[in-house]
């Protein structure tokens, strides 16, 4: 099924929207990767000290995602993901002036609410805007800007460290994100308006929608615990090779591999969620990751490493596009931004979790096992939750079967 009313315009929107969450939540979810070492080495601080600061700005993505997809909802996408662009540029300025654990984790809670917050969830919910048909395919695109800044920004960061220090790398970055992200955010519009018919369809496709408060209370926790097993390798990979012998640059460039793999990975799974269903996709990632994460402690030959990052790679970047084709498939648009945020809330404090129990476990026990075996067991209580609410909702009437195009 087509639909040529669709603008062309909206191709725009995908792409910008890409780059802009290709720079700002590589950033803020998983840029502080390639400073653990470093700033360990430079303040003596241990590793769970480190990564509370990704803890900090992650949260405070995941409460500026709620709040800030709300204000999205009723004053507009581009002015918000404006402010959170300069928002964003400006933490990591000033984090090059900063020399206390305490001075970072506030500065990135602040970032983290008012920049990246600004930004995700009000973005996503403009991609699924412009398009009524097709928006796994988009959502997919959209959110592969998100694995290759995940994966693009740790490893420009260890070249930034390598060249100017832990201070300049902050600056620079801050630099880049502000050239970069105000322009894109500027190529934001709102969707036009539905044609008369098309309004008619949207209005019949929504009559059997879950209500907003079902869709949060069941995916929420799942979303909380997939997030979890996520957040290990993106956080503490890069360590983990490290300790395995690898020099920084290699291990940082294992995981920009894996992430690159990722890029294809979501859109297949945006793909794949038009053709199958949003949540069915979402499983299936879902699985694919929790099968693979503890594997990364058994692999240690460097081209073992390097097929294994990429197998797991595609499987796992599956899984956010799968959250966000679902709330785009299950929610109005009138709340979608608000949804988005508040879902994805979940989604960023599981990352915050598991990004510092990883360095916590480390510190204790003085290896990853631990961290790569509870990881897996947080993916599999995802499943058995996300399963149940699929089971329940399996039925005539249930629009969780329902393909996005």
Known sequence: MTDLNQPAYRWVVVIASALILAVSMGAIVNGITAFVVPMQEAFG??????????????????????????????????????????????????????????????????????????????????????????????????????????????????????????????????????????????????????????????????????????????????????????????????PLLQDKGLAPERASSVIFVMLMAGILGRIAFGKLADIIGSLRAYMTATAWMTVMVAGFLIVDTLPTIYLYAVIYGFGYAGVMTGILVSVRMLTRAEHRAGATGTITLFGWFGHAIGGTFGGVLFDLTGAYTATYLIAAAAGVVNLLIISTFYRRMNGPSAPLLATAS
């Open 45 to 238: 601080w241990q590793r769970g000290t480190v990564s509370l600061i990704n803890f900090s700005g992650i949260i405070g993505l995941a409460f500026g995602g709620m709040v800030m997809g709300r204000v999205a909802d009723k004053r507009g996408v581009r002015p918000v993901v404006l402010f959170g662009a300069v928002m964003l540029g400006l933490t990591y300025i000033l984090a090059s002036f900063m020399h206390e654990p305490w001075q970072f984790y506030a500065l990135f809670v602040f970032g983290g609410f008012f920049g990246a917050g600004a930004i995700f969830a009000p973005v996503m919910a403009a991609v699924g805007g412009w398009f009524r048909l097709g928006a796994g395919l988009a959502i997919g695109i959209a959110s592969a800007g998100q694995a290759l800044g995940q994966g693009g920004v740790p490893f420009g960061s260890t070249f930034l460290i390598s060249g100017f220090g832990l201070s300049g790398a902050f600056m620079a970055t801050g630099i880049i994100m502000l050239v970069v992200l105000v322009p894109l955010a500027l190529l934001l519009r709102p969707a036009p308006a539905q044609t008369a018919t098309a309004a008619a369809q949207t209005a019949m496709d929504e009559q059997d929608l879950p209500p907003v408060k079902t869709l949060i209370a069941w995916m929420s926790p799942a979303v909380v615990l997939c997030c979890t097993c996520m957040s290990v390798p993106l956080m503490h990979l890069v």
